[in-house]
């Protein structure tokens, strides 16, 4: 045991005096503000901001968008810049900036260009948004536009045609004239593999990632080293072991005031437990790994499919598992999976 120790101190100072340690420690410090810089949308922000200006129509629009059966919340601003802010913060799924002269435009016929739609890079419910506002846009032009039209097509103005023509389109707007669909509603069975609750840890994942990968590093020096050639079979596994186990030390201590400073910590116990588990469960995991790896020309396509494979099957970025179920008993197997 006295030998352990001293070996581990001895591991851990050499370690520490390697500049390739802290040009890792540094990398995970810059991946994890790279990361906490992204603004990933959330699944159920149903949240759109509008700017109406002072126009009446716009206020029209506003009040047909809030008579969507609730399907988006619409939030008014008072200018453009307040608006992006929140697109930009992720409070918002998309914004639309009226035009100040959009009633003189519905008068005049030139509506184009007289609504700005506004989203981020990584929005994808802002097209439905966009949607529902278009067909809340052309509700409200509807009776301009059938006045404007009246004379090009009839050749002649006539109040009570007029009256009739946008009596006949109010109701075809409000009533399932048109298009009518016919709803069944089927129950669908849940089952324990379908009840998921889509969680993804980005902060934790990556630094999860780099100490495996650092630890497989170590790993595959390790089982070169002439030190090795002196030790007993049993001897060279426990001190492989330690030499693993001691090379993830300075990036979980880096890794955890990281995590604890993002706000997406799950508690400085449970990061402690779970980073623990990480290490000791990865350490067995990297020594196999490295045991099979017979080649130094396939180092890299190692890393790399590990790497892959981790994002893919663990929920670092996206929980792929909502899409194919049998990945949360696949990743149970992953030093990864367990930790996240």
Excluded: H
């Excluded at 596994?237 to 706000?263: E, H, K, M, N, Q």
């Amino acid at each position: 045991m006295e030998k352990i120790i001293v070996y581990y101190r001895l591991l851990l100072k050499d370690i520490c005096k390697k500049k390739i340690t802290w040009f890792s420690v540094g990398a995970m410090i810059f991946l994890v503000l790279l990361i906490l810089g992204i603004r990933i949308p959330a699944q159920n922000n149903t949240k759109v901001g509008m700017v109406p200006g002072k126009s009446e129509n716009a206020g029209q629009i506003y009040e047909l968008l809030q008579d969507e059966n609730g399907v988006f919340d619409v939030q008014t601003y008072e200018n453009e810049e307040n608006m992006k802010a929140d697109i930009a913060s992720g409070k918002l799924v998309c914004g639309f900036c009226v035009a100040e002269d959009l009633d003189r435009r519905m008068e005049e016929g030139k509506v184009k260009d007289s609504v700005k739609y506004i989203t981020g890079p990584m929005e994808v419910k802002g097209e439905v948004a966009k949607e529902k506002f278009y067909s809340a846009f052309l509700v409200a032009y509807s009776d301009e536009l059938i006045r404007q039209k009246e004379t090009e097509i009839y050749g002649t103005k006539d109040p009570e045609r007029l009256a009739r023509i946008q009596e006949e389109m109010d109701r075809l707007l409000k009533e399932e004239e048109v298009f009518q669909i016919k709803q069944e509603y089927v129950q669908t069975a849940q089952t324990p593999m379908m009840q998921n609750t889509a969680e993804n840890y980005p902060v934790q994942g990556t630094v999860g990632i780099l100490i495996l990968i650092f630890m497989f590093l170590s790993a595959e020096k390790g089982r070169r080293s002439v030190f090795n050639k002196v030790l007993y079979p049993g001897e060279k596994l426990v001190f492989d072991y330690i030499r693993l186990l001691t090379s993830a030390v300075p990036l979980a201590v880096t890794g955890l005031f990281c995590i604890l400073f993002s706000g997406q910590s799950r508690g400085m116990s449970a990061e402690v437990f779970w980073l623990l588990v990480l290490i000791l469960y990865g350490g067995i995991w990297n020594m196999i790994l490295a045991g099979m790896n017979k080649s130094e020309t396939g180092l890299v396509s190692v890393i790399l499919v590990r790497i892959i494979l981790m994002i893919l099957v663990c929920p670092v970025f996206v929980d792929f598992s909502q899409f194919v179920p049998a990945l949360q008993f696949i990743r149970s197997i992953f030093p990864l999976g367990i930790y996240l």
